[in-house]
T-cell receptor, first 113, second 111 residues
């Protein structure tokens, strides 16, 4: 089945710094999402981005489907950005109803004041 | 912000108790999902539903059961809780194969 790899696994930043998180996937996808899991465990949708580029405030994401990767950019990081960032994909070729999100292991981000 | 609600947020119970974790969504989404997640670890799909009266087991074996009698409601039940069931349980919903939206989660601790 499709494999999802995220890098780096851990990241420590000073407040105000910029960062790039990467998600590689091993096959064609119909759906790619980036999530932020806050310290209270809640998963927040950041982007639904099977291809192209989107921006939302200080965050932006780019997916290059033909090269099978996606990048999440965080600019001017804040302490509230701390948490785990997950990438999840839905493979393009799973048949019928047998299609489930495949999750990466996440990037754990700590932003220090 | 997605309208998907989970209750309770936190639950501490003794071994052998029967529990039901509630999940409701007001978006009319046809698909709903339950995930289990241990602290700092990846999410594992334990149940999903593609519509009313449709439920399937996910990739991670679970002793829990689910039902989908109404579109908006997807409760998860443990008949006899054990310490090994201690985890966070996350409910999600989607329209077709579109983006999944998550509730706030239930942190379960079985003593």
């Amino acid at each position: 089945g499709i494999q999802v790899e995220q890098s780096p696994p851990d990241l420590i930043l000073q407040e105000g710094a910029n960062s790039t998180l990467r998600c590689n996937f091993s096959d064609s996808v119909n759906n790619l999402q980036w999530f932020h899991q806050n310290p209270w465990g809640q998963l927040i949708n950041l982007f639904y981005i099977p291809s192209g580029t989107k921006q939302n405030g200080r965050l932006s994401a780019t997916t290059v489907a033909t090269e099978r990767y996606s990048l999440l950019y965080i600019s001017s990081s804040q302490t509230t950005d701390s948490g785990v960032y997950f990438c999840a994909v839905l493979g393009a070729y799973n048949a019928g109803n047998n299609r489930k999100l495949i999750w990466g292991l996440g990037t754990s981000l700590a932003v220090n004041p | 912000e997605a309208d998907i609600y989970q209750t309770p947020r936190y639950l501490v119970i003794g071994t052998g108790k029967k529990i039901t974790l509630e999940c409701s969504q007001t978006m009319g989404h046809d698909k709903m999902y339950w995930y289990q997640q241990d602290p700092g670890m990846e999410l594992h799909l334990i149940h999903y539903s593609y519509g009313v009266n449709s439920t399937e087991k996910g990739d991670l074996s679970s002793e829990s059961t689910v039902s989908r009698i109404r579109t908006e409601h997807f409760p998860l039940t443990l008949e006899s809780a054990r310490p090994s069931h201690t985890s966070q349980y996350l409910c999600a919903s989607s329209v077709a194969w579109g983006p999944q939206y998550f509730g706030a989660g239930t942190r379960l601790s079985v003593l």
